[in-house]
């Protein structure tokens, strides 16, 4: 049943379009299904459809509250088969790729609910002046292949909301899902509310260099929002930039280690360690070092079973070759400079599929690559401290700023230590717990803006004063 589905559904992406490109699966390494390509001329025509489609979309807003909650109802009744294309283009375990489609209608739901804040203040001079919220106009949306439903919604729920219509590009690497969720918006909303294109990185700058959208919002590495930053600048258009990570744990010498390491191990592997905001460094002291590293291993060691190319893995391998590739020269590097694999290190390198074990890293130093840089794979350096001081400056030694966490019994020494890192999210005892209602993003090279909360729709808004005069 689960297979027919994606295959009619991959079947009808293949021959829909005139130009298209492979799709590879990455337990394989092998094609699977091809994906259209969206062309200079097409995606002209598509700008302005969304342009034209904004000028109705923007003007009743409880038309647009009921057709997001018709949208959430459609993605309720498709999950099986978006699941399904996410798990097959991604790699991941299906009850990982089953919480995409939940959260879409849940972010739907919770946005199509929330009121557009409208204020009113003192002009000063008797009267008052009515602070009004207006949508920017067409939004490209532009996401990476780690979450790419999920991400997608934090972006279309808030922007829809606000009455702006939205062209989505996921990653070349994961299509599908966002293509079918197109399909799906499609039965639902009026044409040119939301439109998915998909296509390579240069689809994505035709985008933001394109003049029709007022307002980009991308997810995804460093260097493509530095240079989304600089083409939106050029056209002044608005910007949301979700960027990557490189997590900082402290634990305090007053951990629990035996219950808190798996709680770090289980949020560090999750999706085989490719998300922004998860463990990347794990700082220990000193004197809890040994024991913390054994449990490590055993946590990573239980995970290990789990990495098979069956479908009823619960390990997924990396999502892309270029990924793949790029974890394992890190892990290379890294050990050619004298770091050990406490457990795990083995991959798929000589045979099918972009499979890498969990792996726990210790002699690592704060310098090697795999350490400082962001590697968004299944690789985690344990870190040892004498000085909690020590720690937090290690901590931020880094250009980038998206989340951290600090572990410890003592919650006001956890929180005073939380306030001195430099990361747009610290959790306490927890690490990559998301709410929809908790505005999310990241400082330094992490990010500009914010997503989810009351804040993620304002950025999908232009603020307008009025004047009133005292009658
Ligand atoms: P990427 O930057 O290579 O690509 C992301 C998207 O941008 C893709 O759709 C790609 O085609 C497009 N793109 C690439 N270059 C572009 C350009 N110059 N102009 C316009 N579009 C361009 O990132 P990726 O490898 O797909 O994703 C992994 C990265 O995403 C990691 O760095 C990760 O930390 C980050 N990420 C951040 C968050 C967050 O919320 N902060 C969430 C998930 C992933």
């Given at each position: 049943?689960?297979?027919?589905?994606?295959a009619?559904?991959?079947?009808?992406?293949?021959?829909?379009?005139?130009?298209?490109?492979?799709?590879?699966?990455?337990?394989?390494?092998?094609?699977?299904a091809?994906?259209?390509?969206?062309?200079?001329?097409?995606?002209?025509?598509?700008?302005?459809?969304?342009?034209?489609?904004?000028?109705?979309?923007s003007?009743?807003?409880?038309?647009r509250?009921?057709?997001?909650l018709e949208?959430?109802e459609?993605?309720?009744?498709?999950?099986?088969?978006?699941?399904?294309?996410?798990?097959?283009?991604?790699?991941?375990?299906?009850?990982?790729?089953?919480?995409?489609?939940?959260?879409c209608a849940?972010?739907?739901?919770?946005?199509?609910?929330?009121?557009?804040?409208?204020?009113?203040?003192?002009d000063?001079?008797?009267?008052?002046?009515?602070?009004?919220?207006?949508?920017?106009?067409?939004?490209?949306?532009?996401?990476?292949?780690?979450?790419?439903?999920?991400?997608?919604?934090w972006?279309?729920?808030?922007?829809?909301r606000?009455?702006?219509?939205?062209?989505?590009?996921?990653?070349?690497f994961?299509?599908l899902?966002?293509?079918?969720?197109?399909?799906?918006?499609?039965?639902?909303l009026?044409?040119g509310?939301l439109?998915?294109?998909?296509?390579?990185?240069?689809?994505?700058?035709?985008m933001?260099t394109?003049?029709?959208?007022?307002?980009?919002?991308?997810?995804g590495s460093?260097?493509?929002?530095?240079?989304?930053?600089a083409?939106?600048?050029?056209?002044?258009k608005?910007?949301?930039?979700?960027?990557g990570?490189?997590?900082?744990v402290?634990?305090?010498?007053?951990?629990?280690?035996?219950?808190?390491?798996?709680?770090?191990?289980?949020?560090a592997?999750?999706?085989?360690?490719?998300?922004?905001?998860?463990?990347?460094?794990?700082?220990?002291p000193?004197?809890l070092?040994?024991?913390?590293?054994?449990?490590?291993?055993?946590a990573?060691?239980?995970?290990?079973?789990?990495?098979t190319?069956?479908?009823?893995r619960?390990?997924?391998?990396?999502?892309?070759?270029?990924?793949f590739?790029?974890?394992?020269?890190?892990?290379?590097?890294?050990?050619?400079?004298?770091a050990?694999?406490?457990?795990?290190?083995?991959?798929?390198?000589?045979s099918?599929?972009?499979?890498?074990?969990?792996?726990?890293?210790?002699?690592?130093?704060?310098?090697?690559?795999?350490?400082?840089?962001?590697?968004?794979?299944?690789?985690?350096?344990?870190?040892?401290?004498?000085h909690?001081?020590d720690?937090i400056?290690?901590?931020?030694?880094?250009?980038?700023?998206?989340a951290a966490?600090?572990?410890?019994?003592?919650?006001?020494?956890?929180?005073?230590?939380?306030?001195?890192?430099?990361?747009?999210?610290?959790?306490?005892?927890?690490h990559?717990?998301y709410?929809?209602n908790?505005?999310?993003?990241?400082?330094?090279?992490?990010?500009?803006?914010?997503?989810?909360?009351?804040?993620?729709?304002?950025?999908?808004?232009?603020?307008?004063?009025?004047?009133?005069?005292?009658?």
């Amino acid at each position: 049943m689960r297979t027919v589905a994606i295959a009619d559904i991959i079947t009808r992406f293949a021959t829909s379009a005139p130009k298209t490109y492979p799709v590879i699966d990455p337990v394989t390494g092998e094609e699977f299904a091809r994906a259209p390509e969206c062309g200079a001329d097409q995606l002209d025509t598509i700008m302005a459809e969304a342009n034209a489609s904004f000028r109705k979309w923007s003007i009743d807003e409880s038309v647009r509250r009921a057709l997001m909650l018709e949208f959430a109802e459609a993605i309720d009744s498709a999950r099986g088969e978006l699941a399904a294309l996410v798990a097959k283009e991604t790699g991941k375990p299906l009850f990982l790729a089953e919480t995409e489609p939940d959260s879409c209608a849940a972010w739907l739901r919770y946005y199509a609910g929330m009121d557009l804040p409208q204020t009113r203040v003192p002009d000063g001079q008797g009267s008052y002046v009515e602070l009004l919220r207006k949508p920017l106009g067409v939004v490209a949306a532009i996401t990476p292949w780690n979450f790419p439903l999920v991400l997608a919604l934090w972006k279309i729920a808030p922007a829809l909301r606000a009455g702006n219509t939205v062209v989505l590009k996921p990653s070349p690497f994961t299509p599908l899902s966002s293509l079918y969720l197109g399909e799906i918006a499609n039965r639902v909303l009026p044409a040119g509310v939301l439109t998915v294109v998909s296509g390579g990185d240069e689809l994505g700058q035709r985008m933001t260099t394109h003049p029709t959208p007022r307002k980009v919002s991308f997810t995804g590495s460093v260097v493509g929002g530095k240079s989304v930053a600089a083409a939106a600048g050029a056209d002044l258009k608005r910007v949301t930039l979700e960027l990557g990570g490189n997590d900082a744990v402290i634990v305090l010498d007053d951990a629990d280690v035996p219950a808190i390491v798996p709680a770090i191990a289980a949020a560090a592997f999750l999706n085989s360690g490719q998300a922004c905001a998860l463990p990347k460094r794990v700082f220990v002291p000193r004197t809890l070092y040994a024991e913390a590293l054994d449990a490590f291993v055993a946590a990573a060691q239980t995970m290990q079973k789990g990495m098979t190319p069956s479908e009823d893995r619960t390990f997924g391998p990396l999502s892309t070759r270029p990924q793949f590739d790029r974890v394992l020269n890190l892990l290379d590097d890294a050990l050619a400079a004298g770091a050990v694999c406490a457990t795990g290190g083995g991959s798929t390198r000589d045979s099918k599929g972009y499979f890498v074990e969990p792996t726990i890293l210790t002699n690592a130093t704060d310098e090697l690559p795999i350490v400082a840089e962001e590697q968004f794979g299944p690789v985690l350096p344990i870190l040892a401290y004498d000085h909690l001081d020590d720690a937090i400056q290690r901590a931020n030694n880094t250009r980038y700023g998206l989340a951290a966490s600090v572990w410890g019994k003592d919650l006001d020494q956890a929180v005073a230590v939380a306030s001195q890192l430099e990361a747009g999210t610290v959790w306490i005892n927890n690490h990559a717990a998301y709410a929809m209602n908790v505005p999310f993003g990241g400082v330094k090279w992490s990010g500009i803006g914010l997503e989810n909360g009351v804040d993620g729709l304002l950025a999908y808004t232009d603020q307008q004063g009025i004047y009133v005069p005292q009658s």
